[in-house]
């Protein structure tokens, strides 16, 4: 067991409706020393890869990509979720639906900070249906960038999104994948490489 | 002139409308190690004040916060901008007006992540009327938490929200303090201590 899935162990919830909780150190209140541990799991991971840039998607995807960033001294740049006025010029624009809220929304990315010299990790915190990291994907294709690997802290491997990407031959790593939760139970997938 | 100042310099642009551009660097794509120094700079002030905990607002203020507090080795919170299904159970709520988009929004925060025993360092990335950082201190005073101090990466300082901050009493640390911008010239306030 490594340190996330313990920590998500000692301080994530399970709530009904397959909801899994860890506010208290991931995406709300936020542990530093866990996403210096996961940026440099993912270093460890991808550092030999070439990768010139960190993609991540507002907002709780921010904090994990600047720790990562900080490891591979390369800039970090993420997409927002609404139009907004700090973006300059021409962006690239994917469109996400949110089963969380069962809304669509657009991506947005300024067209400066991604392009077809680019060899691309994309981070985010969570992983279920992988509707938000299509859409990353769908921006680095637009770009013509190159997609080296993706980073997630945690999967939750029944819902089948990350499965669904390592079969189309993404490279996905996820630090703790969730198979099941049901009766508040968290069984983690054994992953002997991390 | 600190190295922030010098980097605005270098890659900020002014746009009509008393507008600074610094997504280059600081708020879409971002320069981990510019992060990094601004974290340093905000500890070298506030590193021998007790803080137990950083507080910041989504999402530019996100990486500031991270990288700020791996130097304090404190736990950073958000408060976030719409009500979110991430955060269980009670919430500390605000209103704050949005001169940029003229509309009021709600910021809330878990009641479990702020309480009468914290001494609080408010971070943000920018600070123009000082709407927001209002809300902030809003939840702080709603949850009896101590306010050590305000970091702010920019400041407006021609749009007075920092100094009507200080007139309150608030020690507000801004690394770089733009009293004009004026035919697209920048002017920066004299700060010798910093």
Chains 1, 2 share one sequence.
């Not at 397959?18 to 995406?27: M, Q, Y």
């Amino acid at each position: 067991m490594n340190f996330l899935e313990e920590r998500i162990l000692k301080d994530g919830h399970v709530r009904p409706g397959n909801i899994l909780k860890v506010d208290s150190f991931l995406n709300h209140q936020i542990d530093v020393s866990v996403l210096d541990q996961i940026g440099e799991a993912f270093y460890n991971k991808y550092g030999s890869c070439g990768i010139t840039r960190i993609l991540t998607i507002e907002s709780s995807g921010i904090a994990i990509a600047a720790l990562t960033a900080r490891y591979f001294k390369v800039p970090f740049v993420f997409a927002k979720k609404a139009k907004s006025k700090n973006i300059d010029g021409d962006v690239f624009t994917s469109r996400v639906h949110s089963y969380t809220y069962d809304k669509d929304y657009d991506i947005t990315l300024s067209k400066k900070y991604l392009g077809p010299s680019d060899k691309v990790l994309i981070i985010d915190d969570f992983m279920a249906t992988g509707k938000a990291m299509h859409g990353l994907l769908d921006i680095c294709s637009q770009a013509g960038a190159e997609v080296a690997g993706i980073g997630i802290a945690i999967e939750k491997g029944f819902q089948k999104g990350g499965d669904e990407l390592r079969k189309q031959g993404y490279e996905v790593t996820s630090l703790a994948i969730v198979d099941s939760m049901e009766d508040c139970n968290l069984v983690f997938r054994d992953q002997e490489e991390l």
